[in-house]
Each structure stands twice: as structure tokens, then as C-alpha cells.
């Protein structure tokens, strides 16, 4: 049974929606006894880093979402700022991230030659993906990979190895991790038509 974690923040009925679609069982996990049901959990979030990390501290969700990611392997993909606080820092903040996967969240820095005009932030609208390993989240993806995206910040992660996916707005950064049973993917597959039922419908057959 797949958990979408209920600390307050994301479009979790857009994710019910999409898995209500695929006949795949999911529900809204506010609590730790809800919690502890899940075979599978989504973390979602949208806005600032710090208050994406103080709603989910103040849930009383945290602790026991660290026991089961990291101690019981559930498998659990962060959605946007989900993904982000997957990592250690942020620069969009000072609160500490999950840790999950070694890395910082950065702020796009464009290179000096880019055309400021062509790349405004927020990053926002639809951008193809390019594979960099293999992963059973990008089997059933069209050929040509494209997803939605809003955001102003990339995760920066210490070890290369950890990147599925790299997309490249002024330069190349990872949009899609993965260390062991831990995802994160930094466009919005509720909103990503076929190819985002497809990435959560392969997550849920993990």
C-alpha cells in the first residue's frame, strides 16, 4: 500500500488521483500509526525549503519516517521540495534536510554567456530528461522523456553515482536520484501527463 505522507504541504489529491486511475491502492498518511501501514511512501512538497522541513518536523512524522526509509528500506520518492529535502543543506535556508542522500540544494547559477531572458527563475514549464544509469523508474517512459517542471533550486549530489537523470536549464543539473531505496524527482509527474502515470506507476511495481 502506497502512503502519500500528509504533513500539510503538496497536491496530494493530485497523486490519489493519478494512482485511483492506475487501480493501485494509496492513502493519506497523517499519523504514525497510518504511517507504519505503507509497503511504499511518496513525500511531497512545494515552496520554501525551511518550511517544507519545520511542517514536516512539527508533524510528529519525522522520527518515523527515518526509522522506516533508513532502518526498514521502505521505498519512498520525494516529489519537488520532497526531493530536496532528501538532502543534508539547502541554500535556500538554513534548516538542516533529511540526509537521505548525501547532497546540498542549490540555486541555479547561470554561466556568465547564458541569455538571462531565456532562463528566468523560476524554472517553469516542460523540459526533456536524459537518463545517466539505468533504473526501473525510466522503463516505460516514451522516447522522448518530458516532464514538468517549477522550481529555482537543483540538488547537488556528492556522489555522481546517486543521479539518474540529469535535465539541463542554462546547464546541466540532476532531476532524478536514487541511493538504494531512496527517489527523488524534481519535476512534477502529477502534472506530467502520461510519462509522470508511467514513473509513478513504475515506483509502485518497485
Known amino acids: 500500500m502506497i502512503a502519500i505522507v500528509d504533513y500539510g504541504l503538496g497536491n496530494i489529491k493530485a497523486f490519489a488521483n493519478v494512482f485511483k486511475r492506475l487501480n493501485i491502492e494509496c492513502y493519506f498518511a497523517a499519523t504514525e500509526e497510518e504511517l507504519r501501514r505503507a509497503s511504499k511512501i511518496i513525500l511531497p512538497g512545494v515552496g520554501a525549503f525551511d518550511h517544507a522541513m519545520s511542517m514536516l518536523n512539527n508533524s510528529g512524522l519525522r522520527a518515523c519516517l527515518d526509522e522506516l526509509v533508513l532502518e526498514r528500506k521502505i521505498p519512498v520518492i520525494g516529489i519537488c521540495v520532497g526531493m530536496q529535502m532528501m538532502a543534508d543543506s539547502s541554500e535556500e535556508g538554513a ?6 542522500i548525501p547532497g546540498t540544494v542549490r540555486k541555479f547559477t547561470l554561466p556568465a554567456s547564458a541569455n ?3 532562463f528566468p527563475l523560476p524554472h517553469m514549464g516542460w523540459n526533456n530528461i536524459v537518463p545517466s544509469r539505468e ?3 525510466l522503463d516505460c517512459l516514451d522516447e522522448e522523456k518530458r516532464f514538468y517542471f517549477l522550481h529555482s533550486y537543483y540538488y547537488q549530489c556528492v556522489n555522481e553515482s546517486d543521479v539518474v537523470a540529469i535535465a539541463t536549464y542554462g ?4 532531476c532524478i536520484i536514487n541511493r538504494d531505496n531512496v527517489y527523488g524527482i524534481q519535476c512534477h509527474p502529477e502534472k506530467s ?9 513504475s515506483f509502485a511495481n518497485l
Do not use: E, I, P
Request: proline share 0%; no cysteine; glycine share 12%.
Open 171 to 174: 546547464a546541466d543539473y540532476a
Open 116 to 118: 538571462l531572458t531565456h
Open 95 to 100: 534548516s538542516a534536510g533529511l540526509g537521505w
Open 193 to 201: 501527463h502520461h510519462n509522470g502515470v508511467a514513473l509513478l506507476k
Open 135 to 137: 533504473s526501473a523508474l
